[in-house]
């Protein structure tokens, strides 16, 4: 299997939203954030799929050797060597992709945060420097567009943290921030428990609000001339505000459920968007 095939592979396999914005790429441009997102893959794995806390430190570790070694042109896994020939054309930072793994390592750190501020460093680590990163491999002509996908990253990640309270919760691990949820009357045995409640539901009105209002403030920020290389971005981004509309319609049941939406509709939303250029 060739390192394009085992990214293709673990991209397929997560069965995330990202895959489907990715269809509509030239097949270089297609390749470099295929890589990119197996690499966001691997290390997001070590974290969640290790039960030694030991162990998975040492394998971040490692992973920042790889890094080291890929940006010294010596790469040996599989995800790192389908990089490398991206990294000039792109111009792909080390420091944001060495912040990635920082932001793994946070999961390991804390499974708390006291408030907002705390909150939106962690997301810039694992997603808002990955939203730059994709932006540079969509093409980016100005520091506008890299502006533009470090704030969509964010919104990306609030939503994400809406959708999996209750499996992050069963997980050990509240990302909601603590003086949010004493604002709106939630304890975190209320989440550990799944207890669903008018509360609840406020203080989850209060956190799509936020996240919709981030993916509006990201989009003014993306230039006109950037917008056709941005679609990839876009596409994510009307899947997953679809996703928050779901959740509101639900009424912001994710304590119990995963809410999710079917391929087949993920599909329509990313070709709406690309045919609306």
Same mark, same amino acid.
């Given at each position: 299997?060739?390192?394009?095939?085992?990214?293709?592979?673990? /991209?397929?396999?997560?069965?995330?939203?990202?895959?489907?914005?990715?269809?509509?790429?030239?097949?270089?441009?297609?390749?470099?954030?295929?890589?990119?997102?197996?690499?966001?893959?691997?290390?997001?794995?070590?974290?969640?799929?290790?039960?030694?806390?030991? &162990?998975?430190?040492?394998?971040?570790?490692?992973?920042?050797?790889?890094?080291?070694?890929?940006?010294?042109?010596?790469?040996?896994?599989?995800?790192?060597?389908?990089?490398?020939?991206?990294?000039?054309?792109?111009?792909?930072?080390?420091?944001?992709?060495?912040?990635?793994?920082?932001?793994?390592?946070?999961?390991?750190?804390?499974?708390?945060?006291?408030?907002?501020?705390?909150?939106?460093?962690?997301?810039?680590?694992?997603?808002?420097?990955?939203?730059?990163?994709?932006?540079?491999?969509?093409?980016?002509?100005?520091?506008?567009?890299?502006?533009?996908?470090?704030?969509?990253?964010?919104?990306?990640?609030?939503?994400?943290?809406?959708?999996? &309270?209750?499996?992050?919760?069963?997980?050990?691990?509240?990302?909601?921030?603590?003086?949010?949820?004493?604002?709106?009357?939630? /304890?975190?045995?209320?989440?550990?428990?799944?207890?669903?409640?008018?509360?609840?539901?406020?203080?989850?009105?209060?956190? &799509?609000?936020?996240?919709?209002?981030?993916?509006?403030?990201?989009?003014?920020?993306?230039?006109?001339?950037?917008?056709?290389?941005?679609?990839?971005?876009?596409?994510?981004?009307?899947?997953?505000? /679809?996703?928050?509309?779901?959740?509101?319609?639900?009424?912001?049941?994710?304590?119990?459920?995963?809410?999710?939406?079917?391929?087949?509709?993920?599909?329509?939303?990313?070709?709406? /968007?690309?045919?609306?250029?």
């Amino acid at each position: 299997m060739s390192p394009d095939e085992y990214c293709q592979q673990k /991209t397929a396999q997560s069965g995330s939203s990202f895959y489907y914005s990715f269809l509509f790429l030239a097949p270089e441009r297609r390749r470099a954030i295929t890589a990119l997102y197996a690499f966001c893959r691997e290390v997001d794995d070590t974290v969640d799929d290790c039960t030694d806390e030991s &162990v998975a430190r040492i394998k971040l570790s490692w992973w920042r050797n790889e890094i080291a070694a890929l940006f010294e042109g010596a790469p040996s896994h599989p995800v790192t060597k389908a990089l490398q020939p991206h990294l000039q054309a792109y111009r792909l930072d080390q420091k944001y992709m060495l912040a990635i793994i920082d932001g793994m390592e946070m999961d390991l750190n804390q499974t708390r945060y006291l408030d907002y501020p705390a909150l939106q460093r962690y997301c810039w680590h694992v997603a808002s420097v990955v939203g730059i990163l994709s932006a540079s491999i969509f093409g980016a002509s100005s520091q506008a567009t890299l502006a533009y996908a470090e704030k969509l990253g964010h919104a990306f990640q609030l939503t994400n943290i809406i959708r999996d &309270v209750g499996e992050d919760a069963r997980k050990g691990r509240i990302y909601l921030p603590i003086n949010e949820m004493q604002q709106f009357g939630v /304890t975190a045995a209320d989440l550990l428990s799944a207890r669903h409640s008018e509360n609840f539901e406020n203080l989850m009105r209060f956190q &799509v609000a936020r996240a919709q209002s981030t993916y509006d403030e990201a989009f003014a920020l993306l230039p006109g001339a950037d917008r056709r290389a941005q679609r990839p971005g876009l596409m994510m981004a009307a899947i997953y505000r /679809t996703l928050l509309s779901e959740v509101e319609r639900d009424g912001y049941h994710v304590l119990a459920q995963r809410i999710s939406l079917t391929p087949l509709r993920k599909l329509w939303l990313v070709w709406k /968007t690309y045919i609306r250029g």
